[in-house]
């Protein structure tokens, strides 16, 4: 069976950095798909941040400017998102996903 | 972007009723493919969203054949049929033809 798991801090201070890990085990990263990281913001609004392909290209969304970066090891079958220069707006469940398979989600809040 | 727009946000429902869900793109959602590229979502509480249907109308795995999903170009349809108590939620379009994807605006599903 397919999971997927992110892990990371539950809060990260404006300014700062937010850095999350999605560990995925049944399937193998490199295998097919794209591995996205989509947020929810309070409400019901949720946000597609951008991808890093089986093949290790990646795709981010236009919103997050130059703020976002998706990496991957491979060697650890995991992928990960850096949100650079956070403020109180990043403030969401973040969630890996290959869209038939999500992870159960982090809530990240930014605050000082 | 591409825009999705979702109705009804909000629907009370009795258990064995049926409902429809509306999502309009902005843009057409066929893919230089041929395919299209608009997929549902579920997300019931405290779970993690859930892959209902893919590319229009193909259910996803374990996903009951009272939900189905209709449309074309611009215009699609959720449907399902007699609702049951575990189909309550919110409910999302979510369109990956054009970068960046994006999400409708969610479409809540409770009991009467």
């Not at chain 2, 611009?74 to 990956?96: H, M, N, P, W």
Request: aromatic residues 12%; contains cysteine.
């Amino acid at each position: 069976e397919i999971q997927l798991q992110e892990s990371g801090p539950g809060l990260v201070k404006p300014s700062q950095s937010l850095s999350l890990t999605c560990s995925v085990t049944g399937y193998t990263i490199t295998s097919g798909y794209d591995w996205s990281w989509i947020r929810k913001f309070p409400g019901n609004k949720m946000e597609w941040m951008g991808y890093i392909s089986y093949s290790g290209s990646t795709n981010y969304n236009p919103s997050l400017k130059s703020r976002i970066s998706i990496t991957r090891d491979t060697s650890k079958n995991q992928f990960f998102l850096q949100l650079n220069s956070v403020t109180t707006e990043d403030t969401a469940t973040y969630y890996c996903a290959r869209f038939d398979y999500w992870g159960q989600g982090v809530m990240v809040t930014v605050s000082s | 972007d591409v825009v999705m727009t979702q109705t009804p946000p909000s629907l009370s429902v009795a258990i064995g009723q049926s409902v429809s869900i509306s999502c309009k793109s902005s843009q057409s959602l066929v893919y230089s493919d041929g395919k299209t590229y608009l997929h549902w979502l579920l997300q019931s509480p405290g779970q993690s969203p859930k892959l209902l249907i893919y590319q229009v109308s193909n259910l996803g795995s374990g996903v009951p054949d009272r939900f189905s999903g209709t449309g074309s170009q611009k215009d699609f349809t959720l449907k399902i049929s007699r609702v049951e108590a575990e189909d309550l939620g919110v409910y999302y379009c979510v369109q990956a033809t054009h970068f960046p994807w994006t999400f409708g605006g969610g479409t809540k599903l409770e009991l009467k």
